[in-house]
């Protein structure tokens, strides 16, 4: 029997969706001259393929999608076997559009190689994952019955890719749970997504089969202003606000131990990041 304690809900409403496509990579952030790839997309990669359904422009979403109001999960649907494929990539040097366009620049060295770490799945299928998004406000319940009407109706906004925009991707099986439906537990025996590493402690005992993966992943982005002359702020990016260690498998089966601030949700328990 599963030992679960059932303890009162903070999540209004969970859409759940599958994301599937036949390449994909998710650049680990701490890599350097050759793009190493997560075997499953980060959250900040998850908020960004919501933010793509509604028309956000590029980091105008990160707090609308904080990590307080969004619970974010993922796994790899069971049954999806994915592997690693190194491959180098041509990229064009930045000056390279004055060439084309101005007539200006030098001729050679405009492209630059690197090597690009691919997510390819196995037999010929697709890479598959499985997404959760639940929220806890009034305000945020608005943004997902959006996002929900826009998936159910085919209309994804800029288009849904694996990490970048070449690996395009599609989505199905989209479910919806209300409050009713889902139950915080103080602790579980299993886990059936993505955990963070502080939220749980393994069985080695019941995981031998398993493939655990356990890696740093960044959880959040924030604007970052940068000055320029005459203290006007000019070209706003992103940087890291929070990274978190975090544990899953990579085929997505369930593994085993003690998790604590997890959601059972029908017969899967969802631990969010």
Request: with cysteine; proline share 3%; glycine share 6%.
């Amino acid at each position: 029997m599963n030992n679960i304690d059932l303890m009162s809900n903070d999540i209004l409403k969970l859409l759940s969706f599958r994301v599937y496509g036949k390449y994909a990579h998710f650049r680990k952030f701490y890599t350097n001259a050759s793009s190493l790839s997560y075997f499953v997309p980060p959250r900040t990669v998850i908020i960004g393929m919501l933010a793509s359904i509604l028309k956000f422009e590029r980091d105008s979403y990160y707090d609308v999608f904080n990590y307080k109001d969004f619970k974010i999960s993922v796994s790899v649907t069971p049954g999806t076997i994915i592997r690693k494929q190194m491959q180098s990539l041509n990229y064009l040097h930045p000056k390279y559009h004055n060439l084309l366009a101005k007539g200006s620049g030098k001729a050679k060295n405009m492209h630059s190689q690197c090597k690009l770490e691919l997510l390819i799945p196995e037999d010929n299928k697709y890479i598959d994952y499985t997404i959760y998004a639940g929220i806890t406000g009034k305000k945020s319940l608005t943004i997902l019955n959006e996002i929900e009407l826009k998936i159910r109706e085919r209309d994804l906004g800029y288009g849904i890719y694996l990490g970048q925009r070449q690996f395009l991707a599609s989505i199905d099986e989209v479910k919806s749970y209300s409050e009713k439906d889902i139950h915080r537990t103080n602790r579980s025996d299993h886990v059936d997504s993505i955990c963070i590493k502080n939220n749980c402690n393994l069985d080695p005992g019941k995981n031998l089969d398993k493939h655990i993966i356990i890696d740093q992943m960044p959880i959040h982005m924030k604007i970052e202003q940068q000055g320029g002359k005459g203290g006007k702020t000019i070209n706003p990016g992103r940087t890291l606000h929070s990274i978190e260690r975090v544990v899953y498998e990579k085929s997505g089966r369930r593994i085993f131990g003690s998790f604590k601030n997890c959601y059972q949700v029908k017969n899967r328990v969802i631990s969010f990041y």
